[in-house]
């Protein structure tokens, strides 16, 4: 279940406009906010192994049953996200780079927001932090210590 969430953590960093795959690589990141004037964005990135992927079984009193949801579970709070196949595709084509639009689609995607929201209210090791789109900083804090890593992925 670990190559499903990690693939599940991808994909919501990719929903959040993370581009380059590498940035969201053993992370799950949540855009905090979007500056134009300054041209800033902000993401939280939470390691993958703070989340737990598990599959549903329906309650029902049924002798034979199929399992038809995933849950995603950030394990230091109560966000979750119940997943059914019409989000688990969604979540797929996130990864190919797809953006959720349509009116139809949106219902799946509030869910999502969601667990997103309470994720945004706990505590991240690390942000990142694009600048006029190219510019990459990481903030990180350790121990007490707050540190700023500034990396060009551009330039790689």
Not at 78 to 107: K, N, P, S
């Amino acid at each position: 279940m670990s190559a499903i969430r990690d693939r599940l953590c991808e994909a919501i960093s990719r929903a959040n406009g993370i581009i380059d795959p590498r940035l969201a690589q053993k992370f799950l990141c949540i855009r905090t906010s979007t500056n134009s004037s300054v041209d800033l964005t902000v993401f939280k990135r939470f390691p993958q192994e703070e989340f737990e992927c598990r599959v549903l079984m329906p309650k029902t009193s049924h002798i034979e049953i199929l399992p038809n949801e995933l849950e995603l579970r950030h394990k230091d709070s109560d966000a979750h996200l119940h997943i059914g196949l019409d989000l688990f595709e969604i979540l797929m084509r996130f990864t190919e780079g797809y953006q959720a639009g349509a009116e139809e689609q949106q219902g799946f995607v509030v869910d999502l927001v969601q667990f997103q929201n309470r994720l945004l209210n706990q505590r991240a090791s690390e942000l990142l932090l694009l600048e006029g789109g190219r510019e990459l900083h990481r903030v990180r804090q350790q121990e007490g210590v707050i540190t700023l890593i500034k990396e060009d992925w551009a330039q790689e």
